[in-house]
């Protein structure tokens, strides 16, 4: 069996094998032509603007490789402001193995960044999987959760080693995030996932950790009862905290509600109050509850306009009055702890000023609301997709990105005043690729398009993004090949952002669309919930439409269509292959083939939003391309870490060992190490190489320029 297993000190594979032809199925959709020459490359003439060379699409020599690719993967983790002023953050390192590390701004203008937690910890969370909200900072003490043992740590930055404030259960059975510093009865309040008694049904509460200096207790329940709980937040007084929770079968985006609860002498909750999402006449999902300095609380929801708006309550009447209305998303989905879209610029009380980002029409914006007022300036920076916000006095921090510019944080400046409000200063203190400049020259630009779908009138949206290279052009006579990529979730969004694994294969003479298909987010709650019940349907003939509009547009070549995703996207891409024939090959990054396996053996956090998106029984196994491996007709890539809760190894295990035993190509690489996510440098590089080599030799009628040993293609090879 040719599945290849793949660990940080070794790799099985096979060698180079004879490129040979095969008949499949009842639909030919495969072509297996005598390869075209690969293209030859100097940068020297790419860089002095030489005349371009003419060579297949697919074949062009490109210099970000996937060594680049897998160096810049830098994700971020959570950004917070210390009492210095100065920003700390987590960011994940592929060349570490993908450890997460808390890092703080440098007290020098052009310092180099401060590590604060040692080598030996890594700054993660596992609650509900997906983590986010894995540390907190008050002043100069940090506290976070330590990704080998779950338990929660405080150091002080710049201090000695961390010191442990949760018990030790004997392993990651409890897990801590979300937490916030409570000063006033000097402790630690965050969500306890505790997983002693089911690891696929764990029990959530808010909890309260105690600093006890010498001593160390068990975490003090404030809240349980619900199925999910989420952003405990105290008010400057200390005398209230507000919270977001949710039951089965929602999720949180789908319906919520937000709680503001009173704290007894002893620090108990004695009274709680419904603030929104209790209303059975309304359906909302409240999130990112915040107290401003004065003691008021703001939050966001979806309520009757369908779209994420800020809002504020009035306590005295326990009502809640909108701040700014726009058809447009001023938060995103809570797939992760954390989340912060908005804060107050200005922590003396004096002002009004919020900053904050909204989304619409496929891009974000940032700007300033006077609350009080209700006046909305927007400002103008570089970043045309913004994710997280937070403050300080007359500045404050933003992570975002735009299409010439990568995942980044910058420090801005901003003048307030009643006549103008601007950003006066703009500047990145962090890049997760600060050496991206010098591939300028090879980056494609995405274009937002909008195509119609298969439902009358009705349309959905995708970032297209030309093959571009300045050393090298297709022929005239030749149209690109094209990898459609849907986004995983589903309940996600593709973002249109400068992303090196997009230009991986722009650059190299592929076309590449990242498509936004009914059920994705920033387009408010209807275009989200396209996909309630339809899951496996409208995100499979939305994809297609894609390709087939690129196609009739004279973009992309109508014989050379493939389709990649990971996670949820990975069952999109499978289910395209099993119910469509579209397209010619796909590559499925732990994907999802049996949908009834999936509800089994998933984690609490998503145990019935499948039902949502699926249906009934019926539509279960209808859905499932394991159920119809028969008409499969295409060649299929599969990789999967054996380390994954969400999605486990068997899903991919099973999709291939049906596909191989029908005839078709098909190859599986495992990672050990690897959960629902690739971390290690070297199995980012691997996974782009092979994906690129699988659909050159299969689909794409040229040879890459890029020296790559292939795995072996079970009944190709």
């Not at 890092?103 to 700054?123: I, L, N």
């Not at 309550?313 to 992760?336: D, G, Q």
């Not at 029908?662 to 050990?672: D, I, M, S, T, W």
């Amino acid at each position: 069996m040719a599945v290849f297993t793949r660990s940080s000190t070794f790799l099985l594979a096979s060698p180079l094998l004879l490129h040979r032809a095969i008949s499949i199925g009842r639909r030919s959709c495969i072509r297996y032509p005598p390869r075209m020459p690969m293209a030859s490359y100097s940068p020297a003439s790419a860089a002095a603007g030489a005349e371009k060379t003419t060579a297949p699409c697919g074949s062009w020599k490109s210099p970000i490789t996937a060594d680049v690719v897998s160096g810049a993967d830098k994700r971020l983790g959570g950004i917070a402001v210390a009492g210095d002023g100065r920003l700390v953050w987590i960011e994940t390192r592929p060349e570490e193995g993908g450890r997460a590390v808390i890092v703080k701004e440098s007290e020098e203008m052009e310092g180099k960044p401060v590590d604060v937690t040692p080598a030996d910890f890594a700054a993660r969370t596992l609650a509900q999987e997906y983590g986010g909200g894995a540390f907190a900072v008050s002043e100069n003490v940090v506290v976070f959760s330590n990704y080998k043992d779950q338990r929660l740590y405080k150091q002080i930055i710049g201090g000695h080693s961390p010191v442990p404030l949760t018990p030790d259960y004997g392993g990651p059975v409890i897990r801590y995030a979300d937490g916030v510093f409570d000063p006033h009865f000097h402790r630690y309040l965050t969500v306890m996932e505790d997983c002693r008694i089911s690891s696929l049904n764990p029990i959530t509460t808010i909890a309260a950790v105690y600093f006890s200096e010498g001593h160390m207790h068990e975490p003090r329940v404030l809240l349980s009862g619900n199925d999910f709980y989420a952003y405990p937040r105290i008010d400057p007084s200390g005398k209230r905290m507000a919270w977001i929770e949710w039951s089965h079968p929602n999720m949180p985006w789908d319906k919520a509600e937000l709680w503001v609860g009173y704290f007894s002498e002893s620090g108990d909750l004695c009274k709680r109050l419904c603030v929104a999402g209790g209303d059975p006449t309304l359906v909302e999902s409240p999130t990112e509850p915040k107290w401003s300095s004065k003691g008021e609380l703001f939050f966001i929801t979806d309520r009757k306009s369908g779209f994420w708006n800020i809002y504020k309550w009035i306590e005295h009447k326990n009502e809640v009055v909108p701040m700014y209305e726009l058809n447009a998303e001023f938060a995103r989905p809570l797939w992760v702890f954390g989340n912060s879209s908005y804060d107050f610029v200005g922590k003396d009380g004096d002002n009004h000023s919020i900053i904050c980002s909204y989304r619409k029409s496929g891009r974000s914006y940032l700007g300033v609301l006077d609350h009080v007022s209700g006046s909305f300036t927007l400002l103008d920076i570089p970043f045309s997709d913004i994710t997280d916000v937070v403050a300080g006095s007359d500045y404050f921090y933003i992570s975002g990105a735009s299409a010439t510019h990568p995942l980044s944080i910058a420090k801005v400046k901003v003048a307030l005043d009643e006549k103008n409000t601007e950003a006066t200063g703009f500047s990145i203190i962090w890049s997760s690729s600060p050496d991206v400049s010098k591939y300028e020259q090879y980056f494609s630009v995405p274009e937002l398009i909008e195509f119609p779908t298969e439902n009358p009138g009705q349309t959905a949206y995708a970032y297209f993004y030309p093959p571009t290279n300045s050393a090298f052009q297709g022929p005239l006579d030749e149209k690109p090949p094209l990898l459609v990529k849907n986004h995983g979730g589903p309940t996600g969004e593709a973002r249109g952002i400068l992303d090196l694994n997009v230009q991986y294969w722009t650059s190299r003479g592929w076309a590449f669309v990242d498509v936004n298909y009914g059920g994705s987010t920033g387009y408010g709650r209807e275009y989200r919930e396209r996909l309630l019940g339809q899951w496996g349907t409208v995100d499979v003939n939305d994809c297609c439409s894609c390709a087939r509009f690129l196609v009739e547009s004279g973009k992309a070549d109508g014989e050379r269509l493939c389709i990649t995703g990971r996670s949820a996207g990975g069952y999109t891409t499978l289910a395209s292959l099993a119910f469509r024939d579209t397209f010619k090959a796909g590559a499925s990054l732990y994907g999802v083939a049996d949908l009834s396996l999936l509800r089994a053996e998933t984690h609490k956090f998503e145990s019935h939003y499948i039902d949502n998106l699926v249906g009934n029984e019926r539509a279960y196994f209808e859905k499932s391309p394991i159920n119809f491996v028969d008409k499969f007709t295409c060649p299929v890539i599969l990789f999967q870490g054996l380390d994954d809760k969400i999605v486990p190894p068997d899903q991919a295990r099973k999709i291939y060992m049906a596909l191989k035993e029908k005839g078709l190509p098909v190859a599986l690489v495992e990672y050990e190490g690897e959960q629902h996510g690739f971390c290690k440098a070297e199995n980012i590089k691997f996974t782009l190489e092979q994906q690129m080599l699988f659909l050159a030799r299969l689909v794409g009628n040229f040879e890459v320029a890029d020296n790559i040993t292939p795995i072996k293609i079970d009944n190709f090879d």
